[in-house]
């Protein structure tokens, strides 16, 4: 490569790199965790036309130009569109949806999603809950993070507020996720599937199977939900 290659290499990377700022620019910009798969989509062909255009040594900077131009115009449109009707911004967007509505976890809701009980719960951990019984309500988002509100009793004011000694606090530890039994957990609790079992048909449940999950917490005892529970 001569030094014209590389005048022409940096002349091409700065224009496209001006271009693309200006395309942030003008349709707007969003948080990482904001991000949509249509945005995630927008980027990632914008970020292909300028690095495929750059190294073709065929492609001159106005072709440049006009493919930004012409994908961050059809970007501009489409937001604008989805901005004024409903049903296109659901299209392209997707809408929120109610995974856990009064304490229950809708089971349906989340196959729709694709997501399984692990996933809901590492999304939890990241709003500080530690267990499912705190949540009343969870709304998975379209950028795929997840909003909390939890029930009343979980947000009383904090021990320090009242001057009240503070207790031990215990980490949940779940003994079936999705019909699986954790016997390792089971065990770890001092307990054995037999107990596990007793409690199940306490509940009218008599297959693990038919578990959604199963979660102890020593200062709460055994929190329970049925995969075939339908939430109204």
């Known amino acids: 490569m001569d030094i014209s290659s590389f005048l022409h290499l940096t002349v091409e990377l700065t224009i496209g790199?001006?271009?693309?700022?200006?395309?942030?620019?003008?349709?707007?910009q969003r948080q990482l965790n904001q991000i949509?798969?249509?945005?995630?989509i927008s980027a990632l062909v914008l970020g292909e036309l300028l690095g495929n255009a750059i190294y073709d040594p065929e492609v001159n900077i106005l072709f440049i130009l006009y493919a930004l131009s012409l994908w961050g115009f059809l970007i501009y449109v489409i937001e604008k569109i989805t901005q004024k009707f409903m049903k296109?911004?659901?299209?392209f967007e997707g809408n929120p949806a109610l995974v856990i509505k009064n304490g229950q976890i809708d089971f349906n809701e989340l196959k729709k999603q694709k997501i399984d009980i692990n996933e809901l719960q590492s999304l939890l951990r990241t709003k500080d809950v530690f267990s499912i019984r705190e949540v009343e309500y969870a709304i998975l988002e379209p950028s795929g993070s997840i909003s909390v509100l939890r029930k009343s009793k979980y947000e009383n004011p904090k021990s320090e507020d009242l001057n009240i000694p503070q207790k031990q606090v215990y980490l949940p530890v779940c003994f079936i996720l999705d019909g699986k039994l954790l016997i390792d957990n089971l065990k770890s609790c001092g307990f054995d599937e037999n107990w596990l079992q007793k409690q199940l048909k306490s509940n009218n449940i008599n297959n693990i199977e038919d578990v959604l999950i199963a979660e102890w917490k020593k200062d709460e005892g055994l929190f329970i939900q049925k995969k075939t529970l339908s939430v109204n």
């Open 36 to 40: 949509t798969p249509f945005d995630f």
């Open 17 to 28: 790199f001006f271009a693309l700022l200006i395309i942030t620019k003008i349709i707007g």
């Open 88 to 91: 296109t911004r659901s299209f």
